[in-house]
């Protein structure tokens, strides 16, 4: 089964919403990734990575399926992946350390995208990624720097 598109919507600079489940993370990425057109492939493969991170979480700490919109608002790239949640557990970054096997997508994410913001509601979860500009990640930057 495909991720499914609302009628009217398309690829380019405005997507969604597109619902996907496990099974549909290389078409939630193949999504993104064609948002990205004009970005150097390293900060595209940045924020396709950080989408990954984000939409994994949403299936497996979710209800079992996520929901991802995506937008240019003409100064930012915005991309919004929304699940149900299905426990008490809010999504929270935090910083990986060695003792813990996992906690670490949204730790990631946080420093591939310009910007990360997490919203819980009664029923949901949502976490807002924010590509403002051109200029390498924080991680990018890291490593550049030896």
């Known amino acids: 089964m495909m991720p499914r598109v609302a009628a009217g919507q398309t690829l380019g600079r405005d997507l969604g919403p597109l619902v996907f489940t496990l099974d549909q ?15 150097d492939r390293e900060r595209a493969a940045d924020v396709v990575l950080a989408v990954h991170e984000v939409a994994v979480n949403s ?3 979710g ?3 996520g929901v991802l919109r995506a937008w240019d608002d003409g100064d930012e790239l915005i991309i919004q992946i929304e699940n149900r949640l299905d426990h008490d557990t809010a999504p929270a970054i935090q910083t990986p350390t060695s003792d813990r096997l996992s906690g670490r997508g ?3 994410a946080s420093h591939l ?3 990360l913001a997490i919203e819980v ?3 949901n979860a949502i976490v ?5 500009s051109t200029k ?3 991680a990018r930057r890291q490593l550049q720097a030896g």
């Open 25 to 39: 993370l290389a078409q939630v990425r193949g999504a993104v990734r064609g948002m990205l057109t004009g970005l």
């Open 59 to 61: 299936v497996v700490h």
């Open 63 to 65: 209800a079992g399926a």
């Open 106 to 108: 949204l730790w990631l």
């Open 113 to 115: 995208v310009d910007d």
């Open 121 to 123: 509601t009664a029923d």
């Open 128 to 132: 807002t990624l924010h590509l403002a």
């Open 136 to 138: 390498p990640t924080k």
